[in-house]
């Protein structure tokens, strides 16, 4: 399938069997004793009577098996774990067997017989399990013959509680070392005997905990009969501490989400956040945050002497907009775990800096604004100038940071802890070898970070315009980038972007032009043209496919520009986005490496001869909304992408739709070499604000969303004059005829799938006419479209597009 040829074929059948694959599986009956399951076997697992929870074996990436409860349903996206066994060490491999016995319980033995996990010690002597069932709440009980149970995983719980579930005192959830890693991370949501629950750092191999970083101060010293008693997620979605006097401090609240249509969850991340989340029914949408503690910034919570902040020695931490903890290395550090963000940051250089003979020649300092670390200081110099403290910090040899703030300079040893930005009274300077300014080279073979889970399907496609004739490519690439340029003086600052400093390094690994010359075979296969260069397929030393972005020569003169730009882009991490794994800038030539994926672009598939199903056109409309709202409201520099079409949204190889050239809008932004074009009146994908002097929002997205929307639900071009001519030809002016005269059949024509799901179709129609909106304010934005798109806001009933003015 990951064969470019004979595509389209591979896509219809992949399209007959995937998606609803049915599973006879043992259902809606108890386990009995003697019962078992084996690692590796089709339905190694048993199911809940709603089959909404499974449990049993589920295969890792390494090729071993987890024991574990998930959704069963929610199989579009990465699996969703609520409950594990053996996270420990990841280590059930294929062939282990887990038996449910009557004194023991549960045993799980490895093939050679060794016994990896077991309830056994925590089946009271002498009672005796009759049977099991995986209940509809995500419980998995042993229960005794008059149905009373000796285990159930609600009372184990690992990072997950679910509705329903209760944590006495002394119970915990201890977060995940990382997304895939289910071994014991550094953080803990414990219940205490003296009636507070708090969240902590741990440390790992003592679990010693440091200072919490939450308390829900439900001691009552004053009255004891008043304390905390236990931690309740309570059915209709309230985290709360129960107190002696049936009085409820609330943790985490849900609002009103439905109960009936959404699955829900609270989770302690393995980045130390913890989230009360909910997922609707509906398996093509995603996980939605509604709450999270700490809800100011994490980064500034953890702030004790001891343990390494969230993010690991050594790092920055930054908060982002939905609560979450982002981490990266300052210049001249790198990740520990070129895979793991989370692991701290290590040195390129050596750093005993009092053995050095000439400090000044092998050392200087990187100034890093707005950034502090807080702890590890050995000095505190006041008052001071900060030129002075520079000084300090480098001519000694003890010195590895400075801080300097309000005239006091703070002198610091290394490890750093608990380092974060954002702070704007802050200068920090860090003590670099001069060696590690260009970079240590990664040694072969390994790649930067990435959410483990990609890492296999390290395939496919990155291209722009595929497919589309090239006379309306010209058209659009002119009136695309003679925009940006009109727009660019006024503008500078509001497209996505604004400058900063370039003293932070993301982990994208930089290629020599010789390392692509050759990925690319001399770049030879060409994917694509888009609006900026061409896109090569290549092939790494370490046999990644990836896709080559040759940029045109417009980025000469900006190094600086460049780089900063290609970093934001770099820490642009999201499963509905293309990943960039590198790039290269040497000489005059400017390159961008993306993940190859497999399944070439949406226009493609939107086009092509097949047409595809509905239910995969439903995923791919939620997955492109999602990487949208990511891209304006969640990643930690809002990026318009100014240019969203069906030819820069790829799939993957599950056909999840990953946008693509993020961040280049501003890249083009640095071309002055292009002619204003007259492009006045032209339609396509672009938003008339972008013909006017209007000032340049989100909302331009909103309205290509709005025209690739209809497109997906028509399976057509929005420009396509063979269509029946007239009014037909333009799909965004005919589709809303077929809306306000109520024809909504005439758009899908004979398409049986959506058809049947003609309110869908309703729905989706009337948020694509909200998008389109003339007036940029009256369009909604991402976040309400994707949660419309989802039928969890309603939908009113959309104005004409054209009725607020009249242009044209
Ligand atoms: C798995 O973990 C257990 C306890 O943590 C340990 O005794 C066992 O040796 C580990 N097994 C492997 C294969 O690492
Ligand atoms: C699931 O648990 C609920 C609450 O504990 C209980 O009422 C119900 O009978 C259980 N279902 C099964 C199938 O055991
Ligand atoms: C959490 O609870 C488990 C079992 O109750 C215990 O083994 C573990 O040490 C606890 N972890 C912490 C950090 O308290
Ligand atoms: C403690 O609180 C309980 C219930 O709120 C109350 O009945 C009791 O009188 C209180 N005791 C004292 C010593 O205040
Ligand atoms: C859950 O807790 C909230 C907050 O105390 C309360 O309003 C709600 O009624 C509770 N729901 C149930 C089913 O107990
Ligand atoms: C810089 O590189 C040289 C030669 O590789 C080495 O001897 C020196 O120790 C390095 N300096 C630092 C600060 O790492
Ligand atoms: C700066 O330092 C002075 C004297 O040490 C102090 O009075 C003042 O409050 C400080 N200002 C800030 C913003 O911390």
Redesign the pocket.
């Known amino acids: 399938m990951h064969n470019l040829l004979g595509k389209d074929q591979l896509v219809c059948s992949f399209l007959v069997v995937l998606p609803f694959s049915t599973v006879v599986a043992q259902n809606n009956a108890n386990i009995d004793v003697g019962l078992s399951l084996t690692a590796g076997d089709n339905d190694a697992r048993w199911l809940s009577p709603s089959e909404d929870f499974a449990f049993g074996f589920h295969q890792l990436e390494n090729g071993n098996f987890l024991l574990a409860i998930w959704y069963y349903k929610l199989t579009n996206q990465q699996t969703t774990f609520v409950w594990y066994a053996n996270g420990e060490n990841n280590s059930a491999p294929r062939g282990s067997k887990l038996e449910l016995y009557s004194d023991r319980g549960l045993v799980l033995k490895d093939p050679r017989g060794t016994q990896l996990w077991s309830t056994s010690g925590e089946i009271a002597a002498g009672s005796s399990v009759f049977y099991a069932v995986m209940n509809d709440t995500g419980n998995f009980q042993l229960l005794d013959e008059n149905s009373n149970p000796l285990w159930q995983s609600f009372e184990h719980p690992m990072d997950t509680l679910l509705p329903g579930q209760i944590m006495e005192i002394d119970g915990n959830l201890t977060s995940r070392k990382g997304e895939n890693d289910f071994s014991s991370g550094r953080f803990v949501l414990r219940m205490l005997p003296d009636g507070n629950a708090v969240l902590n750092t741990i440390n790992l191999p003592s679990k010693n905990s440091y200072d919490a970083y939450y308390i829900s101060g439900t001691n009552d010293d004053a009255n004891q009969s008043n304390r905390g008693l236990r931690v309740?997620y309570?059915?209709?979605?309230?985290l709360?501490v129960l107190r002696g006097n049936r009085e409820?401090e609330?943790i985490l609240?849900e609002g009103s989400i439905s109960t009936s249509d959404n699955y829900r969850r609270v989770t302690l991340n393995f980045d130390g956040v913890l989230t009360l989340s909910y997922h609707s029914k509906e398996p093509s949408s995603s996980w939605d945050t509604i709450a999270y503690i700490p809800d100011d910034n994490i980064c500034e919570k953890i702030s004790g002497e001891k343990g390494t902040g969230p993010c690991g020695y050594n790092s920055i931490c930054s908060i982002q907009s939905n609560g979450r903890p982002s981490c990266k290395c300052p210049k001249g550090y790198s990740f520990f775990d070129p895979t793991d963000a989370f692991s701290g940051c290590k040195p390129d250089f050596l750093t005993n800096y009092c053995a050095s003979d000439s400090p000044f020649e092998e050392y200087s300092l990187e100034r890093i604004p707005n950034t502090d670390w807080p702890t590890s200081d050995y000095e505190l110099i006041t008052p001071y100038d900060q030129q002075s403290c520079q000084n300090s910090c480098l001519h000694e040899c003890l010195c590895g940071a400075a801080i300097f703030r309000n005239n006091s300079c703070w002198k610091k040893k290394l490890p750093l802890s608990n380092g974060r930005d954002g702070l704007s009274e802050f200068m920090a300077f860090l003590k670099v070898g001069r060696n590690s300014s260009s970079k240590i080279p990664r040694p072969p073979g390994t790649t930067p970070p990435r959410d483990a889970k990609d890492q296999d399907n390290l395939v496919i496609v990155l291209s722009s315009l595929f497919g589309t004739s090239a006379f309306a490519n010209l058209i659009l690439v002119a009136a695309i980038c003679s925009i940006l340029f009109f727009n660019y003086k006024k503008n500078k600052k509001l497209l996505g972007i604004s400058p900063r400093e370039t003293c932070v390094e993301s982990n994208l690994r930089q290629f020599t032009y010789k390392e692509l010359t050759e990925a690319t075979n001399g770049f030879k296969e060409e994917l694509g043209r888009g609006s900026c260069g061409i896109v090569y397929k290549g092939e790494t030393e370490s046999s990644v496919l990836v896709a080559v972005k040759k940029l045109d020569k417009v980025f000469q003169d900006s190094h600086k520009e460049f780089k900063v730009e290609v970093n934001v882009i770099g820490q642009t991490h999201h499963k509905n986005l293309v990943r960039l794994i590198g790039y290269c800038e040497e000489n005059q030539h400017r390159l961008l490496v993306y993940e190859f994926l497999s399944n070439g672009t949406l226009a493609r598939f939107l086009f092509g001869d097949c047409k595809p199903s509905w239910t995969q056109r439903i995923q791919i409309a939620h997955g492109i909304a999602r990487g949208l709202v990511y891209l304006h409201e969640e990643c930690s520099t809002q990026i318009i992408h100014c240019d969203i079409k069906p030819q820069n949204i790829l799939l993957d190889e599950y056909y999840n739709a990953r946008i693509s050239d993020f961040g280049l809008a501003k890249l083009l932004l640095l071309d002055q070499s292009h002619t204003k074009t007259n492009v006045r009146g032209t339609k396509g994908y672009v938003a008339p604000d972008w013909f006017r002097s209007a000032k340049v929002s989100v909302k331009v997205d909103v309205y290509s969303f709005g025209v690739i929307l209809l497109e997906i639900i028509c399976c057509r071009r929005n420009v396509d004059m063979e269509i029946g001519g007239g009014v037909r030809g333009i799909l965004t002016d005919w589709a809303y005829d077929c809306y306000a005269d109520g024809k909504l059949d005439a758009l899908i024509e004979d398409d049986m799938e959506a058809m049947n799901d003609i309110k869908r179709v309703e729905r989706f129609v009337k948020v694509a006419i909200w998008c389109l909106q003339e007036d940029p304010n009256i369009r909604p934005t991402m976040k309400k479209v994707m949660l419309m798109l989802e039928g969890i806001v309603q939908v009113s009933v959309p104005p004409s597009p054209c009725s607020f003015t009249s242009v044209n």
């Open positions: 309740v309570n059915t209709s979605g309230d709360y409820r609330i609240s």
